[in-house]
């Protein structure tokens, strides 16, 4: 059932995860200074849910009961319209600045639900898992790779075979895992997801590596070990971002983890490790609300740049409004990868309504590529005033008079100027800005990968033929031996 943030806050107190930061146990991450900011802001999202102005797009009803719209299974376009709306109120209240919102991944859980005989023997467990996951209305992260140490090297051939995550033992009760993932955002879930991303190659000893589970993140042997925070601190006027979005990364142990049979997804099958994601429409779902997210953060900057330029008066300038128009392209490129996905989607076969692929590739591929420049854009435009950047206190202290004559801009005051300039700050420059970039370079994937993936899957054929049509070429005789081309 929907819960309130009051519900996952007390969760979080009672069940916190085994999270470490600067070698301290974080024993209550809701009032730890690095943590609560992403913690009451993910309270903040649960209380939407019961907002009268958000309940109906944010959450649907069945069976008398209102659950999250994010796990509501797609069974028409319409019910893709419905979650994609979803989507965007979550990612509208924080500018499309939290990549791990529950959204994120409830979207994959519902996929996973919806293709559950995909997963063969284990498919009864992925049903139960994600009716607990609705019912709770629990929030949850993932961890995808292993630990970068040699990447021209296979998993067994590392130094310790169990350095990539794999089974160790087994027994009729549930598994023993072992070894590390390289990464989960938001230690602060309730629960973890363990699914491999990467290709899984065939291999003597190589299928201990083929799992996937699902476990608390408060469970015996997990280890969260946070990076350096970035959480400037408590004022949200000087660390307008930082302050609430700071969702943490963190390098995943499993020292030893039991995982008991029934939160077991994926046994040893590497072809059903390598093919789960797109085989159940999870890849789709995921990336749908990946697009509408990055289309609240594109309007987002559009808002920024524009307000920046205002500002300064800098919009009377030819090459200024030319930058702005580049972030309207990008916004309106993201607002039809968007639209097509719904409107071109398709049932898979366990009909389940799938997003359209292309539209989808296209916006997961562009993406990673124009966030750097939309970043660029926002330096050009600002360029001092990103750094000219006194804090809250300035204003109240007796030099704040000075700050109120030489901090004015064209259009708004001092102060209001300073605080729109800091949110560009944490938006681009910050620790907090600079982590964006590397994240939306990378958290669906490696680009380069990406790229290879998209050039072996996107079938050309029809415009290869277009081009022989075009060039007066016989028609070819064997269909076969084009396919392949
Ligand atoms: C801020 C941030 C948050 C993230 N959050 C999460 C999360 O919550 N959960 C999660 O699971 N993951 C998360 N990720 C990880 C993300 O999935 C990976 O960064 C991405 O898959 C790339 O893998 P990698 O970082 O291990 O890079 P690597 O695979 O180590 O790549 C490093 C470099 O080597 C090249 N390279 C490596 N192998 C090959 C190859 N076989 N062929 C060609 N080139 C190669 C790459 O192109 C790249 O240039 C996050 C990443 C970031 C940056």
Redesign the pocket.
Known sequence: MARSGKEYLEALRKNPPNLWYKGQRVEDPTSHPVFKGIAHALARLYDLQHDPRYREVLTYEAGGRRYPTSLMPARSKEDLARRGAAYKVWADAHLGMM??SPDYLNAVLMAFEQSAEFFGEYAENVRRYVQYVRENDLCT??????P?VN??KSNLEQADPYIPLGVFSESADGIVVRGA??????PTADELLVFP??LLKEGPGADRYAVAFAIPTNTPGLHFISREGLRGGDSSFDYPLSSQLEEM?CLTVFDDVFVPRERIFILKDLQRCNTAYAETGALMHMAHQVVVLKTAKTEAFLGLVSLMAEAIGADVFPHVQEKIAEVIVYLEAMKGFWARAERDAKPNRYGLYCPDRGAIDGARNLYPRLYPRINEIVQQIGASGLITLPSEADFEAPIGRHLEKFLQSASLPARERVQLFRLAWDMTLSGFGA?QV??E?????????MY?TLFSVYDKEPYKERIREFLGWKKQAQPEAIASG
Request: proline share 3%.
């Open positions: 990549g791990r992260t993932h961890c995808l790779t292993n970068q990447r021209a993932r390289m990464l989960s955002t938001l991303s990467t990364d982590r590397l994240y370079r990378f958290f669906f994937g490696d680009p380069v990968r290879q």
